[in-house]
């Protein structure tokens, strides 16, 4: 039995989540990060997930994003492991298969709850790390650090998935801003109705 070597990716590159004649129809996304330095308060971490429409930066319902109050579709494709209000981490799982045909992209984002009034931000997060895990094994398929945000980001899109013909593909982006989940929300035309 042969045993797959973990892809140690960087921002820009994109894997394909169809190995060999496998396709990997159920995998995970794990975060995990180390508390800010010297500080007294915690960084409350939350990974948040965004199905979007072909064609359209814009959610495919309501019920496809998925966060630490929102944890699950209603048809399980995507399951969101809740909040972690301590060091460690987040996952979110997702059964490709069960994915409807109208969507085309999963794109996930990281947050700082009450950054703002906290004063925390990426620059000050250590050790964080995206890991993708194939869940029929529980094996690690690839892994990236996020590094380089800049003092005073405050979210992240850690990456994303896309449809790729009968398949799909991962991109690690690590792209910062600047913001709360409610301004991840306004990026796809949602309110925010609720208090994070």
Not at 106 to 120: L, N, S, V
């Amino acid at each position: 039995m042969s045993t797959t070597a973990v892809i140690n990716l960087s921002k820009g590159d994109v894997i394909s989540l169809k190995k060999d004649e496998d396709f990997l129809s159920n995998i995970r996304v794990d975060m995990t990060w180390t508390n800010p330095k010297n500080e007294v308060i915690d960084a409350d971490l939350s990974i948040v997930c965004a199905a979007l429409e072909n064609g359209k930066e814009v959610l495919y319902d309501a019920d496809h994003f998925v966060f630490y109050r929102h944890t699950a579709t209603a048809n399980k494709s995507i399951i969101h492991s809740g909040d972690e209000l301590v060091e460690g981490g987040e996952s979110v799982c997702i059964d490709l298969e069960k994915i409807p045909s109208g969507v085309i992209a999963i794109r996930f984002f990281c947050t700082i709850h009450d950054a703002e009034k906290r004063r925390q931000h990426f620059g000050m997060v250590l050790g964080a790390n995206v890991t993708i895990i194939n869940t029929k094994n529980d094996t690690p398929v690839a892994s990236y650090d996020i590094k380089s945000i800049g003092d005073h980001m405050t979210a992240v899109q850690v990456g994303a998935i896309y449809r790729k013909d009968d398949s799909w593909e991962f991109a690690a982006i690590c792209d910062a801003m600047r913001g709360d989940l409610s301004n991840v929300l306004a990026q796809f035309g949602v309110k925010a109705t609720y208090e994070e």
